[in-house]
């Protein structure tokens, strides 16, 4: 499955105007289990950073996750990279259209040259990893552009089923993937590698996250990739659907997992 032309085809009707582009931001955090760890996280994070901090959002895709940390602090400075120098335009034009545009800048960049010495106090990637097949050199960028004492935090899938693959032979459900995920051990090795003192890893998306994820983005997106005719649809088949997702969600956050198809990692420099 392509994700790509499916995430053109959501951008194209909600960027339209800023109402639709942030009713599309508060419906990516209701019906994605990522964004609910990931903004778990950042509010964690967001008490040991200083108020004042340089933050890098490393391959921000529509820009939800700047639009959280800017609303978070206004004193907050945020550094964008996309590798599609469209929705880089399109999410400077929409952060501009709400006033926002000196706190939060995207740019067109590719994360295995993009580096920045010691600039930022905090380096935000989520769901990126995968997509990547050099991901050392990713990590030494990382390190490089970070400042001492800075976090990274990286969302991305596990090596336990996560891209839907139940083992190395499976293809990914997203094709763009280049690895069906990463195992818990391996991605701190590679960051420690790169030079970071310190990691810790989780998993996300236990049995109760494998279930809402089929239910609020598998099933849908499998059903978009048939006809985009099922646009139509999906308000009403997540009426039925959302109710479950939500309670679903909600365990996988709270819960404890031994393991699971995503991964949280933490580093610090």
């Known amino acids: 499955m392509?994700?790509?032309p499916i995430k053109h085809?959501?951008?194209k009707v909600f960027n339209k105007n800023p109402l639709l582009r942030k009713l599309l931001y508060h419906l990516l955090d209701l019906l994605l289990l990522r964004a609910w760890h990931i903004r778990r996280e950042i509010k964690k994070i967001g008490s040991v950073i200083p108020g004042s901090s340089y933050i890098l959002d490393a391959g921000a895709g529509f820009g939800q996750y700047s639009y959280f940390i800017a609303r978070r602090s206004k004193k907050y400075k945020i550094l964008g990279v996309e590798i599609n120098p469209i929705q880089v335009d399109d999410?400077?034009?929409?952060?501009?259209s709400i006033g926002k545009a000196e706190q939060v800048k995207f740019s067109?960049?590719?994360l295995t040259t993009f580096k920045n010495k010691e600039a930022f106090d905090f380096i935000l990637t989520?769901?990126?990893m995968e997509h990547i097949l050099e991901d050392e050199e990713v990590f030494k960028n990382f390190y490089y552009s970070i400042k001492p004492g800075g976090i990274l935090l990286i969302s991305t899938p596990s090596d336990k089923g996560g891209s839907d693959a139940q083992d190395?032979?499976?293809?990914?459900f997203i094709g763009e993937h280049v690895r069906n995920g990463y195992n818990i051990n391996d991605i701190q090795q590679k960051?420690?590698?790169a030079g970071f003192s310190g990691t810790e890893a989780k998993y996300t998306y236990g049995k109760p996250g494998q279930i809402s994820w089929k239910l609020s983005m598998k099933y849908p997106i499998s059903l978009l990739n048939i006809h985009k005719m099922f646009f139509v649809l999906l308000p009403f088949y997540f009426i039925i659907a959302y109710p479950f997702s939500y309670v679903l969600n909600f365990f996988d956050l709270y819960g404890s997992h031994k393991t699971g198809t995503g991964l949280m990692v933490k580093a610090w420099k």
């Open 168 to 172: 190395e032979h499976d293809e990914s």
């Open 126 to 128: 989520v769901d990126v």
């Open 2 to 4: 392509k994700y790509e």
């Open 191 to 193: 960051l420690r590698k």
């Open 91 to 96: 999410n400077n034009a929409f952060f501009k």
């Open 108 to 110: 067109a960049a590719d």
């Open 9 to 11: 085809s959501v951008g």
